[in-house]
């Protein structure tokens, strides 16, 4: 698909693309199956701090068909009129403004039972949501085979979106990889989505999401998982974003 002609903003090195909710729900919502499928990526802190470590993950982001601002501290970044485009959010809007354009949905990671406890739970608060298939992956890389039956499936069942949930870096990997040779018309790498939509793990209050504190609420409840994670990741990305701010480092879109 062609990507939309939108301006991006620079988050270390990170091209953001630079929108509303309401403009990534309805491009998003627009989308067809057929030819190569674009991608997108939901930019977070993580997120910026696995693209300043590995430049290949960096060229991902910057050559999605969007990358949106998923973090709060992603979207006090960005120019005037810039809005949160929330992984979780982004998925119940499209899966809601799609019904009446026949959007077909297709539902690809999470644990085992996660993707189809995902299908019936959204389709029980959406009558008539059209979700064509779902695919638990092993956690590995796929096999020639194994990806061939993926592109079999996925062919036959013709989804307009792939909701791809294994976490980043994993996700958007395999969208800008594998992925691209499945039938579809965009896949959005939406990761925990799975699991809160599911029921199988609870989100933050909206007043944490709203002041970027999700992190807090998320530590609470992993906190063996995600302490190391958010001690390095906060700290680093704090740091450089002074850096940049100050003009005292450059960071190209490269």
Same mark, same amino acid.
């Given at each position: 698909?062609?990507?939309?002609?939108?301006?991006?903003?620079?988050?270390?090195?990170?091209? +953001?693309?630079?929108?509303?909710?309401? &403009? =990534?729900?309805?491009? +998003?919502?627009?989308?067809?199956?057929?030819?190569?499928?674009?991608?997108?990526?939901? @930019?977070?802190?993580?997120? +910026?701090?696995?693209?300043?470590?590995?430049?290949?993950?960096?060229?991902?982001?910057?050559?999605?068909?969007?990358?949106?601002?998923?973090?709060?501290?992603?979207?006090?970044?960005?120019?005037?009129?810039?809005?949160?485009?929330?992984?979780?959010? /982004?998925?119940?809007?499209? @899966?809601? =403004?799609?019904?009446?354009?026949?959007?077909?949905?297709?539902?690809?990671?999470?644990?085992?039972?996660?993707?189809?406890? $995902?299908?019936?739970?959204?389709?029980?608060?959406?009558?008539?949501?059209? +979700?064509?298939?779902?695919?638990?992956?092993?956690?590995?890389?796929?096999?020639?085979?194994?990806?061939?039956?993926?592109?079999?499936?996925?062919?036959?069942?013709?989804?307009?979106?792939?909701?791809?949930?294994?976490?980043?870096?994993?996700?958007?990997?395999?969208? =800008?990889?594998?992925?691209?040779?499945? =039938?579809?018309?965009? /896949?959005?790498?939406?990761?925990?989505?799975?699991?809160?939509?599911?029921?199988?793990?609870? &989100?933050?209050?909206?007043?944490?999401?709203?002041?970027?504190?999700?992190?807090?609420?998320? $530590?609470?409840?992993?906190?063996?998982? /995600?302490?190391?994670?958010?001690?390095?990741?906060?700290?680093?990305? /704090?740091?450089?974003?002074?850096? &940049?701010? $100050?003009?005292?480092?450059?960071?190209?879109?490269?």
């Amino acid at each position: 698909m062609t990507a939309p002609d939108l301006p991006r903003y620079n988050v270390q090195g990170v091209g +953001v693309s630079a929108l509303a909710f309401a &403009q =990534a729900r309805d491009l +998003v919502a627009g989308a067809r199956a057929g030819g190569t499928p674009g991608y997108v990526c939901l @930019c977070t802190v993580n997120g +910026v701090a696995h693209a300043r470590r590995d430049e290949g993950f960096r060229r991902i982001m910057n050559e999605s068909w969007l990358t949106t601002a998923d973090g709060m501290p992603i979207v006090w970044m960005g120019p005037p009129g810039v809005e949160r485009v929330y992984g979780p959010d /982004l998925m119940l809007a499209v @899966c809601d =403004a799609g019904r009446l354009r026949g959007l077909r949905h297709y539902f690809y990671g999470g644990k085992p039972g996660v993707a189809d406890e $995902l299908a019936a739970s959204l389709r029980a608060r959406y009558p008539g949501l059209d +979700v064509v298939g779902t695919h638990t992956p092993p956690f590995r890389e796929l096999t020639g085979a194994e990806l061939a039956a993926l592109g079999a499936e996925v062919a036959a069942a013709r989804p307009d979106i792939i909701w791809v949930g294994l976490g980043t870096p994993r996700q958007e990997r395999f969208m =800008a990889g594998p992925g691209r040779s499945l =039938a579809a018309g965009l /896949l959005i790498g939406v990761g925990a989505a799975f699991d809160f939509h599911s029921g199988r793990a609870p &989100q933050a209050p909206r007043w944490m999401q709203r002041g970027g504190l999700e992190w807090l609420f998320r $530590l609470g409840t992993e906190p063996r998982r /995600l302490g190391p994670r958010y001690l390095t990741t906060n700290t680093l990305f /704090l740091l450089r974003l002074a850096a &940049q701010k $100050l003009g005292l480092r450059q960071y190209p879109l490269s």
